[in-house]
C-alpha cells in the first residue's frame, strides 16, 4: 500500500522563529558600521540569509528614515520598516508589540535597549540580545557547511539550464 501524505498549504509557510529586530542596536554587533551608507540593506542581507537556513521570519525595525522615505519593504521573509524621523524605532516596536496582543508570545525581540526588552517581558514576547543574536547569526552562515560531502540533487530544470550553458543539449 502506499501512503500519501498531504499538507495543508497554509502549514508550508510555517516558521520555526519569528523575531522583531532593533535594526540600528544590531548592526555593530556584526561587523557592520553605523556609519556606512548600505549598513542598513547590509544587514537585511545578512539576515535573509539567515531566516534561508533557519526557517526564520524576521520584521526589523529601523529609525531616522527622512522624509518621504519613511515606508515597509519586504525582503523575502525579511521585513523592513524604515520609521520616519521624529520617532524612534523603539517607539515603533513597543507598538508592534502592543497590537500583536497574546500572539507577541510567539515572537522574539531583538535589542539591547532595557525599554525596548521590558515592553517585550510585557506582552510575554521571547527576548534576546543583540550580541547573543549577532552570535547565531554568525552561527547560521556556517550551517550551511555542515556537510559539505553531502550531493544535492538537481531537478531536471536545473540540470538542463547548465547543459544549455555549457552547449550540450
Known sequence: AIFILSLPKHS?????????????NLIPHVGLRLNALDDELALVEMLREFCRVKKAQIEIYFDGAPPGHANTRKFGYVTAHFVRRGRTADDAIRARLRKM????????VVSSDREVLASARSVQ?????????????EEAKFAVFENPTEDKKLSKGEVDQWLKLFGEE
Open 125 to 137: 514576547a521571547k527576548r534576546i540580545s543583540s550580541a547573543e543574536f549577532a552570535h547565531q547569526v
Open 12 to 24: 508550508a509557510q510555517k516558521f520555526f522563529m519569528r523575531y522583531i529586530v532593533d535594526g540600528h
Open 101 to 108: 496582543g497574546k500572539s507577541a508570545k510567539n515572537w522574539t
